[in-house]
């Protein structure tokens, strides 16, 4: 996810999700039991390998994408989490969102692979359905910590993070295990290429300029904006890393999308 700024206010006009909220409903719980099938599908030697996220290896993701799922499956997990980020990032000076993290995976350091996997299967549906839940007058809230994104700090609806990037994060950790271990993702248009054709449909917006986009791959298609723009054509999910932060860019490529 983004990182967090908490010396920083924002000046923009929170940033809202574009996809219908029965598709990003959907999309959440097909996720979360996609990224379960995937860690299910790991062996011995997969969990110990090192990850793009350079702190954590396979197993530390998975364990900070259970610890963010059952944060979103309740209310009281929520606060509680939370609540022990918060002083944690007051006291040591650092960005909430690091101190969130770093307390999903230190509070699992014990944890097996077997009970990563099992915690995934059971956070899973119930932070779907808490996601799915949320009501709107919540939903139209600001997200009370600024984000940082391409060098500036903005603010995002809980909508936004409802319904858009507590999916994109698990999908992208699911590139990550898939990049460390060698092992190929399961990906089809209709999950896959939503979730992409929605961070391009936010990314060609940061950069407002002319473009034309072809993705490879069962998540890709096609997408041109104005005239004279840069020629692109790269696999989908290699696309996605890139707007992510996970790699060297140039051009409009250099433009972050907050996953």
């Not at 999908?171 to 992409?196: F, K, N, Q, Y």
């Not at 961070?199 to 917006?205: D, N, P, Q």
């Not at 791959?217 to 290699?238: F, H, L, N, Q």
């Amino acid at each position: 996810m983004s990182t967090a700024m908490n010396q920083h206010t924002a000046t923009t006009t929170p940033r809202r999700g574009q996809m219908d909220r029965r598709t990003a409903m959907r999309l959440a719980a097909d996720e979360y039991d996609r990224f379960a099938t995937a860690l299910a599908a790991l062996d011995d030697a997969d969990w110990a390998k090192p990850t793009a996220c350079t702190e954590w290896d396979v197993r530390q993701v998975a364990c900070h994408t259970v610890g963010m799922a059952e944060m979103a499956g309740g209310l009281r997990e929520g606060n509680r989490q939370r609540g022990i980020a918060g002083e944690e990032a007051t006291r040591n000076g650092i960005e909430f969102i690091d101190a969130l993290t770093d307390l999903q995976v230190r509070e699992r350091a014990d944890w097996e692979p077997a009970r990563v996997v099992q915690g995934m299967r059971e956070a899973g549906p119930r932070a779907a359905r808490g996601r799915r839940r949320t009501p709107f007058f919540v939903r139209r809230r600001t997200v009370p910590v600024p984000q940082f994104v391409n060098g500036s700090p903005e603010d995002w609806t809980i909508g936004y993070m409802v319904d858009t990037i507590l999916t994109r994060d698990p999908w992208m950790h699911r590139t990550d295990l898939s990049a460390a271990t060698g092992r190929p993702m399961d990906l089809t248009p209709e999950h896959d290429g939503a979730i992409v054709a929605d961070a391009v449909a936010e990314w060609a917006e940061r950069h407002g300029r002319s473009y034309s986009l072809t993705l490879t791959g069962p998540a890709g298609g096609s997408w041109t904006t104005g005239e004279d723009g840069p020629t692109i054509e790269m696999g989908a999910i290699e696309f996605c890393r890139v707007i992510s932060g996970r790699g060297t860019t140039e051009g409009v490529l250099q433009t972050q999308v907050p996953f």
